[in-house]
């Protein structure tokens, strides 16, 4: 390369500085430029270029970003170490542990050895998570390092195309939308999506481009007619335009279903004005100017979004007929909407010890870290970090008036639990804007949630939450109250998951095959005894499920084992249960079905944990016992005379909707000094509700006397017990 070029290409560094107006140290930046150039000499890339231009590139985007000194070092050195002879230690012989460590940070990155894609992208995004904890700096230049490959992704293979713009869509613009850098986001967005649905993106961008000359002569009205209007009135008025990213309007038309035409907000006008005070002026303004359309006012002053993102929202119709979106904001807040954490970057200023501000923003990162550390199995991993970092949010309100942000498609359950732990542990039921909704009722921005609490000891969360709730900080709460509070439960829980999952594979191991089977999965999920492997079972912190195809591969199906049982006395031993032929063997009533005394109910040998009892038209009992997989399993059984427990039962209420019902019900049951265990509402298609309530009887005689008691409540039009 002659000095000519490589002195044009400096000059590309010289010139992004220049139009930063940073204080940058141009002469450590000049000497990182000259050792990554020489330590990538000869290298190419797939697309026959230098591969020097893609460290250059992604130092230019780092400075676009006004990042400092340190990080365009970073940017420059960032292959260096993992693709040259440079070491790290001659890194931090020339520019000091804090450029080496950036440069480690973003290297560590790339160093994934794993058995799957998935794997791969789990310890990927966990090590980028750790490496974001340390230093923010890490995850800005590999957002910069991504969008350069994303930019010349073109060279790349159609399966390396597919895989990184799936990876870039699902973690990496995420991560700049958490981080608030707009730009980025929008781009690595638009990028992805070209290579992922090539049709709708060129269908998208043949549309915009045919709207081209209307969409820019339109625009240029209506900010002439705004600056006409308020220019005077508001100093400091800076008015401009803008057109929805691709992305942006591809999900709203092919997976929300909206014609192009029915996307109100895809030519925008942003107005940026000195003072919040002006914004709100503003906003007058525009609305005596132009009709809003009711429902798309949204201010994000008042409550910013996560990423630190504020602006007043509006659409209104101009007199053509045509839609637009306005969008008010402060100096301040469009650097920081551009920008995001770049924007507040607090060693920019040299600025040392904690920011609080700062650090309260990326409190997110370690709540990701926090919500994986109960969690082994790699796609639940990948589906918590999707999950938390998507990238659209709702906002409920609390009765008192509190803000809460949660992810879109979050329920009432995971409300609860972004309060506190002790509102979501205590719960049983839920109202929005004053009527009772479903457990699985989904918020809406708006929304004023009540949640319903009891003050019942000992009362907690159900399982059948962990198959509800959006969110991982939720899903860990749950798990962790289980974890604490229901140790011997989740050991059984866990068995019979363990038990029931073989079965169903036909999987139907020796006990010294399921012996050795058990003792290395509790040494592979960092167990220290079966019993703990179990309780993780049972609290969902493995997904037995998933472990099933390799279990079949090492064991493959064999026929069914017959069991011969010695005859002896009914003996009964424990839960009120007589087991025929069997002695001091433990009991466990089943809670698929939740069997009470007075009906019919049959026994099924677990592998060396005693009876499993179940009703006999339970879903989990066969038909035909002499036909199915495990006859010599299952053992007659029936009640003692006088059993003394309490046993759960759940019935379903089905009735109108009307004020007050619930506290009708409760009290119904609280005058029959029946505990209730748990209360799950949700609306009928037809208006209706469906109440199910798990209450403690005595027997099967008990529970009809509550049913109708249940049943001449106002409104109640049909009780049914529910059936396993």
């Not at 894609?117 to 789990?122: G, L, S």
């Not at 007199?319 to 008010?328: C, D, K, N, S, T």
């Not at 709702?394 to 359950?413: A, E, H, N, R, Y």
């Not at 191991?509 to 309780?535: K, P, V, W």
Request: some cysteine; charged content about 30%.
């Amino acid at each position: 390369m002659d000095n000519v070029e490589e002195e044009m290409r400096f000059e590309r560094l010289t010139e992004a500085m220049g139009a930063r107006q940073e204080d940058y140290n141009v002469e450590a930046i000049r000497r990182a430029y000259d050792m990554a150039r020489a330590a990538h000499e000869g290298q190419k890339r797939l697309s026959g270029e230098p591969y020097f231009t893609h460290p250059l590139s992604v130092a230019c985007i780092v400075i676009s970003l006004g990042m400092d000194t340190e990080s365009v070092l970073a940017a420059l050195l960032h292959d260096a170490i993992e693709d040259t002879e440079m070491t790290d230690e001659d890194i931090r012989r020339a520019f000091g542990d804090s450029v080496a460590n950036l440069v480690e940070g973003v290297t560590k990155l790339n160093k994934m050895a794993s058995r799957s894609r998935e794997q791969q992208q789990a310890e990927n995004v966990r090590k980028m998570l750790l490496a974001m904890d340390e230093d923010i700096r890490v995850i800005i230049i590999k957002l910069a390092d991504r969008l350069h490959n994303m930019r010349t992704l073109d060279a790349q293979s159609r399966e390396k195309q597919l895989e990184k713009s799936l990876e870039t869509l699902e973690i990496y613009a995420p991560i700049a939308h958490r981080l608030g850098i707009r730009a980025l986001k929008e781009e690595l967005e638009d990028r992805a999506i070209r290579y992922l649905d090539p049709v709708a993106y060129a269908e998208i961008r043949e549309r915009l481009d045919k709207d081209r000359t209307y969409r820019d002569d339109f625009i240029e009205s209506i900010k002439k007619r705004i600056a006409e209007r308020i220019g005077d009135s508001i100093p400091g008025l800076s008015i401009e335009g803008r057109v929805k990213s691709v992305h942006g309007i591809y999900r709203k038309m092919f997976i929300q279903g909206k014609q192009f035409e029915e996307i109100y907000d895809i030519y925008a006008v942003r107005i940026i004005v000195n003072t919040v005070n002006d914004c709100y002026n503003v906003l007058g303004l525009i609305h005596e100017m132009f009709r809003p359309i009711p429902g798309r006012f949204k201010d994000y002053i008042s409550t910013p979004k996560p990423n630190m993102y504020r602006s007043l929202h509006t659409t209104v119709i101009s007199r053509e007929g045509a839609p637009f979106e306005v969008q008010i904001r402060t100096w301040e807040m469009h650097h920081t909407a551009e920008y995001g954490i770049a924007a507040h970057w607090k060693y920019k200023e040299g600025v040392s010890g904690s920011d609080g501000r700062f650090e309260e923003r990326l409190a997110w990162i370690r709540q990701l870290l926090e919500n994986q550390k109960e969690v082994d199995d790699v796609e639940e991993i990948v589906r918590t970090i999707k999950t938390d970092l998507a990238p659209e949010d709702i906002f409920g309100v609390t009765p008192k008036g509190d803000v809460i942000s949660l992810p879109v498609g979050s329920t009432v359950i995971d409300f609860a639990y972004a309060i506190h732990s002790a509102i979501g542990n205590r719960m049983i039921g839920a109202k929005v804007d004053g009527r009772i909704v479903p457990l699985d009722y989904k918020i809406n921005t708006g929304d004023v949630v009540e949640i319903l609490t009891t003050s019942q000891a000992g009362h907690g969360p159900s399982r059948d939450w962990l198959k509800i709730v959006r969110t991982s900080e939720a899903r860990n709460k749950i798990r962790a109250w289980f974890k604490k509070e229901r140790r011997a439960e989740n050991v059984e829980t866990g068995r019979e998951e363990v038990e029931r999952t073989l079965r169903q594979a036909k999987l139907h191991l020796t006990d010294e095959e399921f012996d050795t089977l058990i003792r290395e999965l509790t040494e592979r999920n960092h167990c220290q005894t079966a019993e703990d492997f179990y309780a993780k079972v049972g609290y969902g912190g493995v997904n037995f499920e998933n472990l099933v195809p390799a279990i079949r591969d090492r064991f493959k199906p064999k026929p069914v084992p017959e069991i011969v049982r010695p005859v002896k006395e009914n003996v009964s031993s424990g839960e009120g249960v007589v087991i025929e032929g069997l002695d001091n063997c433990p009991i466990k009533l089943s809670r698929c079905c939740s069997p009470i005394p007075g009906d019919d109910i049959i026994g099924f040998i677990t592998r060396g944990h005693g009876v499993s009892v179940h009703k006999r038209d339970c879903t989990n009992v066969p038909k035909d016992i002499a036909h199915s997989d495990e006859p010599g399993r299952w053992i007659a059984a029936h009640w003692a005379e006088k059993p003394t427990a309490s046993f759960s039962a759940t019935i379903q209420v089905l009735s109108f909707d009307r004020e007050g019902l619930l506290a009708d019900l409760t009290t119904v049951i609280a005058n029959m000094r029946v505990m209730i265990h748990g209360i799950n509402a949700r609306l009928l298609k037809d208006g209706n509700y469906a109440i199910d309530l798990t209450v403690m009887v005595e027997s099967a005689e008990h529970l009809q006397n509550i049913i109708r008691k249940v049943g001449a409540v106002n409104g109640v039009y049909s009780v049914e017990r529910m059936v396993g």
